[in-house]
DNA sequence: ACCTGAACACCGTTCAAGT
DNA sequence: ACCTGAACACCGTTCAAGT
């Protein structure tokens, strides 16, 4: 009785971890559930990666692989700007990895975009100081944004039912302004805050460029 | 034989569950251990919490506790700068928190600072739409460069020679500004960044306001 | 009302054994 | 070299039983 599986490896587990991480979230994946997706026994993962930790940064690096790396032929700034939407994207694609973004460190994929970020400061004229602090204000945006549109999608569930539900356990004297930002969120929320708070620190910067 | 122990309380339970993550790191803090630092059994806890998630979602709320309400005696622009630096000094002393942070509800605390933090804008002269950017720039601030800034320390270890570990695994041809941007981190960080980014999202802000 | 023991349905990982 | 079964040391949580 020969094997007639497709043999195991490191790019399938990773494509097969993500998959299931997209659809059912991270906290379901487990080793024993990734391995059953695949057909094999949860020990035949361990011959092609290290541990959890080892397959989660795998799948992180493996999404950054699908950010636009920053176009050398645009002006920094708009090059910038783009990599940040490229990467925006794929992190709402892939809800459970800007969580685990920050937990793990830099992968091959992850490390060419955050040498593209910086080269692109450093040629566009930014000292080395400013060159950094335009490097972690950008990442920082892109990461944390997407937490909390996400952190809002969640907790507010699919519909808006939920968040109307929030609202109503608000007392309306004591949190007036927070019952306006949620219906923001409910009604106003076009999708272009991303972009308006990215302008904004690109424009800062450029400033204080000087 | 009468029992001598404090009886347990939903307070207590936190302050303990927070000392404990302090202390070992939230991935250590399991129910059971938790329990037994409390020297009761695991089972006594779910007389006082619903679960693990509403443990967490109190600690979170714990903390925020100890953050500085905004100074509604001050200018709007320097209550917001002072509530950021409070909240950052927070989340610095309990680095297990700022992970949990996008991922849980708003505890009464978290939600008088929102409110505090909106009520800033809004009587500062900010647009509800603008407010609402403002609110995104800032809180995404605090929790996502306080994430990095954790990412950071943790990987390059207690001392340097971590990072300069991982600056050697680093190409020089493909990864100079990699290699300069690690070095930074490594001689010139006086930990002000986080103070200049955000002074940059405080100005960028008042000058969209117009 | 609050505490507990046993049990259930899971985890990640080690180790020795197979091919 | 790669796959596997059994076992270990954990989890969070349910349920029935105690006081």
Redesign the pocket.
């Known amino acids: 009785m020969t094997d007639t599986r497709i043999?195991?490896s490191r790019d399938r587990i990773l494509t097969a971890a993500v998959e299931l991480a997209d659809a059912a979230g991270v906290e379901?994946m487990?080793?024993?559930?990734l391995a059953g997706s695949l057909g094999?026994?949860?020990?035949?993962l361990?011959?092609?990666i290290a541990?959890?930790?080892d397959l989660i940064t795998g799948m992180v690096d493996w999404i950054a692989g699908d950010m636009a790396r920053l176009d050398p032929d645009r002006p920094g700034k708009q090059a910038v700007r783009d990599m940040s939407i490229s990467a925006h994207d794929v992190l709402i694609e892939h809800p459970w990895a800007a969580p685990l973004w920050t937990r793990s460190m830099p992968g091959p994929n992850r490390l060419l975009l955050m040498e593209d970020l910086l080269a692109a400061f450093r040629r566009g004229g930014f000292s080395p100081r400013l060159a950094h602090f335009g490097f972690h204000a950008i990442t920082m945006h892109i990461v944390g944004f997407t937490l909390q549109q996400l952190n809002y999608a969640e907790t507010n569930s699919a519909t808006d039912d939920a968040a109307s539900a929030f609202i109503a356990t608000l007392d309306p004297e004591q949190f007036p302004y927070m019952i306006e930002h949620v219906e923001y969120h409910i009604h106003d929320d076009e999708g272009g805050d991303f972009v308006f708070i990215l302008d904004l620190i690109l424009d800062g910067l450029e400033r204080a460029k000087g």
Chains 1, 2 share one sequence.
């Open positions: 043999p195991l379901v487990s080793m024993r559930k094999f026994e949860v020990m035949s361990y011959n092609h541990n959890k930790g």
